[in-house]
């Protein structure tokens, strides 16, 4: 599916011009286009509570749709996907991949992201943000000094909970324990191959197989305009943010929009436009490598080699498994998969997280940097003992399983995903023109290292263990599979998993990197304090700065990015 733009902002634009007065503006000014997880509602509302007297404009690409059906409501985000409020940053062909372009959908609304993806809450395992501060040079991105951040943002769903790990005051409620007519006998298969029963995935420990949390309410989504206040902040829909003005200092002074209208920024501008949109604007503002500038007319106001690079997403593999008495209402689609409380939330009630064979890993990273003659150092993140390499559930429903491969939505199937947590392929966005209308070129080079490869083969081979179980053929007939492919067991050839990854693997629309955080100017895109390498007053707050992948789904660790980055905005505003 891919949405078109044009029109629809072009449209807004003239339904809702922005008012003369605030042509000058005593800054913080948030451009806030379409993107994966963005955090402008979330960033602005915190930083409006930390100022005396705020002075703040949001800038939305897409209209306010807080109270659409759709956004509202927890099984919706595919239909959502079919409309104008979501968009599509298909990839270019993946030679690869059969040489298919995935589908990256992102929220084109208020809210951004939040308002249209599947509600997951999942914290990254500890050592992954330990990593993360390691690499930026300051202890902040640290899973202990993050984590207040993370505690802020939550309201945890079980109030006799871990209070040293878990929030109870947030603006975002979470939940779990949901339970379904299979809820024992999945359980009991994870556990059967060896996984550890742990309480809970999000207190830093994450290797075992935990209950599956999300952020729903009362079977509503809790998208960001929804849940942070947005008084007094100046929110102008529909408007296309062109570039970020810099004067001759580099200092962001404001923002230009698709019409040549613009905005002045007294103090800050802070971009917030998700792993796809970060980067572009970014390049039409003139700030990005010379190779993409030069290509598209545009003037170099900052040689930044970063933009763009280190793109990596959660590659997945879904299968369909036929279940042996569908009649007994055990999936979605089932008439008898009817009481209310199924329709409160995605249909899951366990995740898995794995970790591959340190030697295998390293082996294969070898073989990936031979031709540039590097050493794989013990430090590398994927060689850390506790790291987590995969993700493994199971679904009450058909999941996107790609392609041709089609099951019908009537109770008969259940379905698995293998995520891909630590890829080791790296892809980019580069601009199709400078009309900042156009959706950049989106290039993820997915499954192209050997190391993901093997990785991904180990967490198909465990998920073929999962249902050979004794607790999983109590229910589960076997697998369906597309027309023309093997059944995929646990002794699965390389090539047989290989093929299907390459003709029906999905991402999970979880783009990140583009801006990465980093030391220096020709590896990074930010400092640890967010700040653009080159530039002043200007700064990047979505998981475009990510440095690599992380181990769980982004939205709990965006969260606490927007909650950190408005305390720092604050701090130096005093």
């Known amino acids: 599916m891919q949405s078109s733009t044009s029109s629809s902002s072009a449209a807004a634009l003239q339904v809702n011009p922005i008012p003369s007065e605030y042509n000058i503006l005593p800054l913080p000014l948030l451009p806030s286009n379409a993107s994966w997880l963005r955090l402008g509602c979330a960033l602005t509302s915190r930083l409006r509570s930390f100022l005396s007297k705020p002075s703040i404009a949001l800038i939305e690409r897409g209209p306010d749709e807080t109270d659409h059906p759709l956004v509202v409501n927890p099984l919706a985000a595919p239909q959502l996907a079919q409309t104008d409020l979501v968009v599509n940053y298909q990839t270019s062909p993946q030679p690869q991949l059969d040489n298919r372009q995935l589908n990256n959908f992102a929220g084109r609304l208020l809210s951004g992201s939040s308002a249209a993806n599947y509600g997951a809450w999942i914290r990254a395992p500890a050592s992954d943000y330990d990593w ?12 202990k000094e993050l984590l207040p951040y993370m505690r802020r943002t939550e309201s945890h769903y079980n109030s006799e909970g871990d209070a ?37 995935l999000n207190a830093g420990d994450a290797l075992g197989v935990a209950p599956w949390t999300e952020n729903w309410k009362d079977g509503a989504r809790q998208h960001s305009s929804k849940v942070f206040d947005l008084s007094d902040v100046q929110i102008i829909t529909g408007a296309v943010v062109s570039r970020v003005i810099l004067n001759d200092d580099k200092l962001a002074i404001g923002i230009e929009t698709l019409h040549g209208r613009r905005l002045r920024a007294r103090r800050e501008v802070i971009i917030s436009c998700g792993a796809h949109k970060t980067p572009q604007l970014l390049m039409l503002s003139g700030i990005g490598p010379t190779d993409q500038l030069e290509k598209n007319g545009i003037q170099q106001l900052v040689e930044s080699p970063a933009v763009g690079r280190n793109h990596f997403d959660h590659i997945a593999l879904h299968q369909a498994w036929k279940l042996k008495d569908p009649e007994r209402g055990l999936a979605l689609g089932s008439p008898a998969f009817s009481k209310p409380e199924y329709m409160l939330g995605f249909p899951v009630e366990w995740v898995a997280t794995d970790a591959v064979p340190s030697a295998m890993i390293k082996a294969a990273l070898n073989e990936d940097t031979k031709s540039q003659q590097e050493v794989v150092l013990e430090s590398h993140p994927n060689l850390m003992p506790s790291c987590a390499h995969l993700g493994l559930l199971i679904a009450y429903a058909p999941l996107n399983l790609g392609g041709d491969y089609d099951v019908p939505l009537d109770g008969s199937h259940v379905s698995s995903g293998v995520l891909l947590y630590k890829p080791t392929s790296r892809g980019r966005i580069t601009l199709a023109s400078a009309d900042p209308q156009s959706e950049p070129i989106v290039d993820p080079r997915c499954y192209s290292t050997l190391a993901d490869k093997e990785m991904l083969r180990v967490g198909v081979r465990k998920m073929g263990q999962i249902m050979e179980t004794a607790a999983a053929l109590d229910f589960i007939e076997g697998e369906t599979v597309p027309k023309g492919m093997p059944v995929l067991t646990s002794s699965a050839s390389d090539k047989d998993i290989d093929d299907r990854v390459r003709a029906y693997s999905e991402v999970w629309h979880h783009s990140a990197g583009t801006a990465r955080m980093g030391r220096d100017i020709q590896n990074a895109v930010v400092d640890a304090e967010l700040r653009v390498h080159g530039a002043k007053n200007l700064r990047v707050a979505d998981a475009s700065v990510f440095p690599g992948p992380i181990s769980a789904t982004p939205q709990a660790t965006v969260y606490a990015i927007a909650e950190l980055a408005a305390e720092m905005i604050a701090q130096d505003a005093l």
């Open 132 to 143: 993360w501060a390691d690499q930026v040079g300051n202890a902040r991105w640290s899973y």
């Open 164 to 200: 040293e790990q878990h929030g109870f005051q947030g603006p975002i409620h979470t939940t779990s324990g949901r339970p379904y007519p299979l809820r024992e006998p999945v359980h009991n298969a994870f556990l059967q191959v060896g996984f550890r029963d742990i309480p809970d």
